[in-house]
Nanobody, 121 residues
Framework: QVQLVESGGGLVQAGGSLRLSCAAS????????MRWYRQAPGKQRELVAA???????NYADSAKGRFTISRDNAKNTVYLQMNSLKPEDTAVYYC????????WGGGMDYWGKGTLVTVSS
């Protein structure tokens, strides 16, 4: 069984920074792409940033220049460094990973339960 567990959320003032972490655990052969999504109250879940196993990244326009996604493959962990936070960044942030549990076959999608980020003005 694979679990993704996020941490690092909290309350921060506008202009501040937070670093989110997401660790994958369980029977894992390889973690492929990992992503951060967020869902604000009353809004749809949206992709914030993604990173491949090789380290290639892409970002939502709202995150470019402020957020940085990175990963530690040895720890099966992905990070999201968020700087210059704005009240509109307030949301539950979810980790998503494409995880292979065997050396053959493809990966499956797993989600964490989310961590709340609140940015006060």
């Amino acid at each position: 069984q694979v679990q993704l567990v996020e941490s690092g959320g909290g309350l921060v003032q506008a202009g501040g920074s937070l670093r989110l972490s997401c660790a994958a655990s369980g029977i894992i052969f390889r973690v492929n792409a990992m992503r951060w999504y967020r869902q604000a109250p009353g809004k749809q879940r949206e992709l914030v940033a993604a990173i491949t196993s090789g380290g290639s990244t892409n970002y939502a326009d709202s995150a470019k220049g402020r957020f940085t996604i990175s990963r530690d493959n040895a720890k099966n962990t992905v990070y999201l460094q968020m700087n210059s936070l704005k009240p509109e960044d307030t949301a539950v942030y979810y980790c998503n990973g494409d995880v292979q549990v065997r050396s053959w076959g493809g990966g499956m999608d797993y989600w964490g339960k989310g961590t709340l980020v609140t940015v006060s003005s």
